[in-house]
């Protein structure tokens, strides 16, 4: 059986869907379209009429007020949101940042809309292991734990605002997929400065 949509029902497919960003392959699937071209041919067809946007090549939403994080996970994946824009939320940085802090395979800065998405490397056994890692609507966000890690991870040294929101036991669980000693020491001497205080 034939699960194609039929002419005039592909734009609703998408605005049917719970997904505010589409790639081109995502687009693919949902229509049960082998041809890239074909589905490329379509989507600008959309793009020209107003049905979509094109948010950025290959990236396309619904409308303009898509989800941030979605997006900020699409341009590069694997890649989950994490670092500061976590920390910030959990009351463990009190720094405001207008970025979007997401770990991926790339370490780039990139301006969509008027919104920074800052992507920091991270090795590859560390960001495709799903510890710490919840999955919402349609990405994927760092525990305030796994995001303490990531930022233990990726810098020498770096001053936390307030760390009493952290299980630290969750963060003893994550902590060995990082392989990394010196780091454990890190973690350890965090630990010890909120015993403490």
Do not use: C
Not at 24 to 40: H, P, Q, Y
Request: hydrophobic share 35%; aromatic share 14%.
């Amino acid at each position: 059986m034939d699960n194609k949509p039929k002419k005039g029902e592909y734009v609703d497919v998408l605005l049917r869907s719970s997904r505010t960003i589409f790639s081109t392959k995502d687009v693919a699937l949902l229509w049960g379209e082998e041809r890239e071209d074909t589905v490329s041919a379509r989507l600008n067809k959309y793009v020209k009429s107003g049905k979509l946007i094109r948010v950025r090549r290959g990236l396309y939403a619904k409308d303009k007020n898509y989800d941030k994080f979605e997006l900020a996970t699409k341009i590069y994946t694997p890649s989950y949101i994490s670092f500061e824009t976590v920390l910030a939320k959990a009351g463990i940085v009190f720094q405001f940042y207008g970025q979007i802090f997401v770990a991926s395979y790339v370490t780039r800065e990139v301006k969509v809309d008027d919104q920074t998405y800052a992507y920091k490397r991270i090795r590859d056994s560390i960001l495709t292991n799903h510890a710490g890692i919840k999955a919402k609507n349609d990405y994927h966000i760092a525990s305030p734990e796994r995001a303490f890690l990531d930022v233990v991870y990726s810098n020498k040294d770096y001053h936390f605002d307030n760390l009493s929101p952290l299980n630290w036991e969750r963060v003893f669980e994550i902590l060995p997929i990082y392989e990394n000693k010196s780091m454990e020491k890190k973690v350890k001497r965090y630990h010890k400065s909120i015993n403490k205080s």
